[in-house]
Nanobody, 126 residues
Framework: QVQLVESGGGLVQPGGSLRLSCAASGPTAGYGAVGWFRQAPGKEREGVSCISNSDDSTTYADFGKGRFTISRDSAKHTVYLQMSSLKPEDSGIYYC???????????????????WGQGTQVTVSL
């Protein structure tokens, strides 16, 4: 099972940008998909974005369309989430997840991913 480590979180002002990284201990190319999820205090974890390794197809939650961009660097075994125009409601813990068999779809369920990172905190505040 692949090991995932997130980084890049932090404190940013509204309107600012952050780039999150998800580094895998093994080749991400061998996995079906890598997804980003987030969880705000008191709320359920929700899907943010996903990238399929077979064809680099991507999906985004409605709140991220036009603001978030997911990408991957196979040579570095890393998936990125570039976030811009951040809002306070984007605050939360961001997790990356991977699964060998998954192909990204518009409905991103955490049950479809078998490997998870520990998460990185994103805080959007003045």
């Amino acid at each position: 099972q692949v090991q995932l480590v997130e980084s890049g979180g932090g404190l940013v002002q509204p309107g600012g940008s952050l780039r999150l990284s998800c580094a895998a201990s093994g080749p991400t190319a061998g996995y079906g998909a890598v997804g980003w999820f987030r969880q705000a205090p008191g709320k359920e974890r929700e899907g943010v974005s996903c990238i399929s390794n077979s064809d680099d197809s991507t999906t985004y939650a409605d709140f991220g369309k036009g603001r978030f961009t997911i990408s991957r660097d196979s040579a570095k075994h890393t998936v990125y989430l570039q976030m811009s125009s951040l809002k306070p409601e984007d605050s939360g813990i961001y997790y990356c997840a991977a699964d060998p068999d998954y192909y990204c779809s518009d409905i991103q369920n955490e049950e479809d991913f078998r490997s998870w990172g520990q998460g990185t905190q994103v805080t959007v505040s003045l």
